[in-house]
């Protein structure tokens, strides 16, 4: 997996293959809804719209074919030229693309969200996609109470270290996933932890940040 640079963006290369156009906005941009996605949407090659979301720590998923602004936490599109796009200050961005059913999504995923089971929202057979985990919280710094214990669905991603208990969101991502059909070696996880990177990602967790990253995927070849 490789990770470019370009100008105030990040692009994920070697992930998803050609036709697909996939990234992440450095800290020049501040998440600002709609204008940060204009600014994007006009640089990235391939793009005409965008959709993105007020965000509700949810697990509604809109299934979309034209750009706007949608409510929920989960955006899935077949159109050929329509950025996805989700803000994250600590929260997990997943970015999914099926060549086989011509199909992209980009998902946000707090804990809320995992809780109430956004993933299950996604198609039920995942059997041939590609997953990217991008820059959010991650196990390091993700500590939780005892009473997340309660939650069943995302028990199985809490390790317990020192006496706390600390959330993993990509285990939980890629346990969910995989249970629906997602090769492992389809996962792929940028590895990067939105508190213990400062200079390049803002964090709810480490500085009550009002600013958000914001991760994005086009289908920019129609003719899969």
Known sequence: MNITKTQDLYFIKDVFGSGITAGFSGPAFKGAIPADVRKI?????????????????????????????????????????????????????????????????????????????????LPKDLAGWTAFAGAGMRQCCYQVGEEFLEHKAVRPAVAKKEGKFYFDPVAHARGILAARGLGLRDFFDCGMCSVCYPEKFFSWRREKSQERTLTFIVKTDSRW
């Open 41 to 121: 949407t006009f640089d990235l090659k391939g793009a005409r719209e965008a959709a993105y979301l007020k965000q509700t720590h949810s697990s509604n998923v809109c299934a979309v074919d034209r750009g706007g602004y949608y409510t929920g936490d989960g955006l899935l599109t077949g159109a050929a030229g329509l950025a996805l796009f989700v803000k994250t200050a600590d929260c997990l961005p997943l970015l999914l693309c099926s060549p086989g059913q011509s199909a992209i999504a980009a998902v946000h995923m707090g804990w809320r969200s995992a809780v109430s089971g956004i993933l299950d929202r």
